[in-house]
């Protein structure tokens, strides 16, 4: 790689993605060396095996088992004869980002396979397409490792969320459909569910009397796998060259009727909620797909255009201001470019991205050297299929300056569609209105039951066992911000009212009616925790921060409803001041509470939240020496999976500190994969979705911080890398240029009355 100069984008807006695609020119050893696509809700694992055949896993983001592990919904097998993939022949495969493929070509010359595979960015399918320099058959295989009813012990037990289970956890098998035609069908279907039994531990089954609907019963999760018709050539075929037709070769395997030149097929993949299989089936093969050669085309070209507006709208492009940091600037790029990619494959579905593997876990013999070791399935995630707040918020807060807006949607929904949950939470517990969420929940909403405890003799109801989640509340007032954010920058007021307002309006009415005011009126929040590293604490900071500045946020939206604003008023003007403590020196810093008892527990920096999410000490703020002061004396230094110090160094404008930072996490993915984005597993599993959004959200906030109506350029960037970028800010702010050795060279600005707003304000570290 040389330092080039000017930066060669190509013709397109979305050409410059091009420059970091992934190739490979081996086959892999494993599902551990596979490569990943999806359309946000569907993804595949994708790899060849040496002579043998090429493999993908599929994976989707609401295949909630009965037990509420997120699964797998099977695998396919492609096998080709002549065998391209045998050792020694010429080999590659290359993710397309542009495109949103992944491309292989295999073979020697004369008689090479290309192959071709997608997830439909605009329908449920995923499309496997075949061209070769001479005939070849082709067999499509399905592989189901769930086939009997098992009980989940151990690790697949903790997988569950479900440990310690005072009865037994079992999950059914998957079952392959019989019939004829050139059709492979399956399906997981759930005839059990665990959803009313953990309302009825949790004291919440006042909810089953109002006819809550179960979840889990009767979801039911598969595909279709269908042979591709025989009407004509697929891009890339040679002229003349035909489709071959395919057969049904047992229940399992579909071939190809007779030798072709090229071959295709699809999978129509479906969950639903049916009162029968037969239900699932009839509305999975009723899914419509472009079946036939030239419809395939058009259906891609259409994939194609979602995929290159989405590199078109936002980009982050490095070099190196000199050669001796070209390396270091491309790899930040691309693990930039490629979380970002990862996120949109496993970002549109119904439910949020799981931080522990998103839909792209994979088979994996792992041991962290302690105490946790194992040979792990493609279904098993370390931590279940709960939902982590403090993990699972960090896609999202790097989906703002990037213009992800419609990825962050899903987040916003669960929380909404589990309002009623909460507020019978609340009522149930503490008698009062509002609601909360637990830090650690399923997707319904409730506490994960180990974590709420199993045995309640002599415990009143609310009372959680878990104490590093007992008096947690930091995580609503976070969930706030984002949905704030998210309305300021896109102004799109039909997903504020429908899914964010209801949830601000209700857990604010929460801390309003829970907490008590002390002698001098104000809020006093105790019992509390700060975070998990103290289990008693009083006002800890970051529900304080959170508090006032939500309230200070929601407040300045012009449209609230009169009776929402006076209590919001009222609530803010209770509020007690933002913790500090004195350092050695006599100088303030933040604390991480008021008062803070017991030992610690864990190794967050619970002070530095007045910095990272809540920005009161940031540049351009009167509080930055403040935070840098409390920055410098921070307990635990260091970065790796949700570690949040890159992300605050940026906001303090420490250039050189973030940049180390962000440059380690890009350069740091699991040892064992090949995949230079799967990351982990740090804290969470592979691929860690927290390792590489830190380091998203870091480099986007070196470059571009927003301070109300202000727009800070630059203020943590680092001379060492030139950049071009697009990135958004509020108010529907577009904001693009170029940065050259230490300066702003290049500004653009959409609307242009925004542009007054722009300040240049580069880092004073350097």
């Known amino acids: ?55 993908f896993y599929i994976g989707k983001t609401d295949a909630w088992s009965e037990t509420g592990r997120l699964l797998k919904l099977g695998k396919i097998r492609l096998s080709l004869t002549p065998n391209p993939f045998l050792a020694g022949r010429p080999f590659l495969q290359e993710l397309d980002l542009e495109d949103g493929a992944i491309r292989i070509e295999a073979g020697e010359a004369g008689s090479r396979v290309r192959i071709r595979l997608w997830v439909d960015a605009n329908a449920p399918v995923v499309y496997a397409e075949m061209d070769g320099d001479r005939e070849f058959e082709a067999s499509a295989a399905l592989e189901v490792w769930r086939t009997e009813t098992v009980e989940l012990t151990g690790h697949a037990l903790g997988a569950a969320n479900l440990s310690r289970s005072p009865v037994p956890v079992f999950e059914d098998g998957d079952t392959v459909v019989e019939g004829e035609g050139p059709i492979l069908a399956w399906y997981h279907r759930n005839e059990r569910s665990v959803w009313p039994d953990s309302l009825r531990l949790q004291s919440l089954e006042g909810l089953l009397a109002k006819g809550a609907q179960d979840p889990l019963l009767h979801r ?63 509305a999975a093969e009723a899914i419509p797909a472009a079946d036939r050669a030239p419809e395939r085309r058009a259906a891609f070209e259409a994939h194609r255009a979602w995929w290159r507006a989405f590199w078109a709208g936002s980009r982050i492009d490095l070099r190196g201001a000199a050669p001796a940091h070209d390396d270091e600037a491309f790899a930040v790029a691309r693990g930039y470019t490629l979380q970002r990619f990862m996120n949109a494959c496993g970002g549109r579905g119904a439910y949020p991205i799981k931080f522990n ?83 650690t929940m399923t997707f319904w909403g409730a506490y994960l039951n180990p974590d709420y405890g199993w045995d309640r003799e002599g415990k009143p109801a609310g009372q959680a066992d878990n104490s590093y989640i007992r008096h947690y509340m930091q995580n609503n007032l976070e969930l706030l911000l984002l949905m704030l954010s998210h309305y300021e920058y896109t102004g799109d007021r039909e997903t504020f009212e429908a899914a964010s307002l209801p949830v601000i309006e209700s857990c604010l009415r929460f801390f309003d009616r829970h907490n008590p005011v002390d002698e001098r009126g104000r809020l006093r929040l105790e019992p509390a925790q700060a975070l998990e590293n103290w289990h008693e604490a009083v006002n800890p900071l970051p529900e304080i921060a959170g508090l006032r500045v939500v309230l200070s946020r929601l407040l300045r939206l012009p449209e609230l409803p009169a009776e929402s604003r006076e209590a919001w008023e009222s609530l803010r003007r209770r509020l007690p001041d933002v913790p500090e403590a004195t350092d050695e020196d006599g100088e303030a810093v933040f604390a991480p509470a008021e008062a803070y008892f ?145 300066k702003l060279e290049r500004l653009k600005v959409t609307p242009e009355e925004r542009a007054k707003d722009v300040e240049a304000r580069f880092g004073t570290d350097q």
């Not at 591709?228 to 037709?245: F, K, L, Q, Y």
């Open 598 to 742: 017991g030992d610690i527990m864990n190794s967050e920096n619970v002070e530095l939240y007045a910095v990272f999410p809540y920005r009161i000490a940031a540049v351009g703020t009167p509080e930055l020496e403040k935070g840098r002061r409390t920055f410098d004396r921070r307990r635990v230094k260091g970065t790796g999976g949700w570690r949040q110090d890159a992300i605050q160094a940026a906001y303090l404008g420490l250039a050189e500190q973030a940049r180390e930072f962000a440059a380690f996490n890009y350069t740091t993915p699991y040892e064992a994969a090949r995949f230079p984005a799967f990351w982990g597993p740090n804290f969470d599993w592979m691929p860690d979705q927290d390792h590489g959004s830190v380091a998203n959200i870091a480099l986007q906030t070196m470059l571009l911080q927003c301070d109300g109506d202000r727009i800070l350029l630059c203020p943590a960037w680092p001379k060492a890398w030139n950049a071009e970028f697009r990135l958004r800010a509020p108010y529907g702010t577009i904001v693009e240029g170029a940065v050259r050795d230490g």
């Open 1 to 55: 790689m040389t330092n080039g100069g000017a930066f060669e984008n190509g013709s397109r807006e979305s050409a410059w993605v091009r420059r970091y695609n992934v190739s490979w020119d081996s086959p892999s050893a494993g599902a551990v060396g596979s490569m990943p696509i999806g359309n946000g809700d569907i993804g595949l694992n994708v790899w060849a095996e040496e002579d043998g055949d090429l493999l």
């Open 220 to 282: 039911t999760f598969g595909g279709v796998l269908r042979g591709g018709g025989v009407d004509g050539a697929i891009e890339g075929t040679a002229e003349g060259a035909s489709e071959g037709g395919w057969a049904k070769a047992g229940d399992r395997m579909l071939t190809t009727s007779r030798p072709s030149r090229s071959a295709a097929f699809s999978v129509r993949v479906l969950t639903a909620q049916t009162a029968s299989a037969a239900a699932w089936l009839e």
């Open 357 to 439: 593997g998103s839909i792209f876990t994979f088979d994996v013999t792992y041991d962290d050297g302690f105490d946790f070791s194992g040979e792990f399935d493609a279904d098993y995630r370390r931590w279940g299929g709960g939902y982590w707040f403090q993990n699972t918020r960090l896609p999202y807060w790097s989906m703002l300056a990037s213009g992800d807006f419609e990825l962050m949607t899903s987040l916003f929904y669960m929380f909404c569609n589990n309002l009623q949950l909460a507020e019978e939470r609340t009522r149930r517990y503490y008698g009062h209105e509002g609601a909360y969420f637990p830090e």
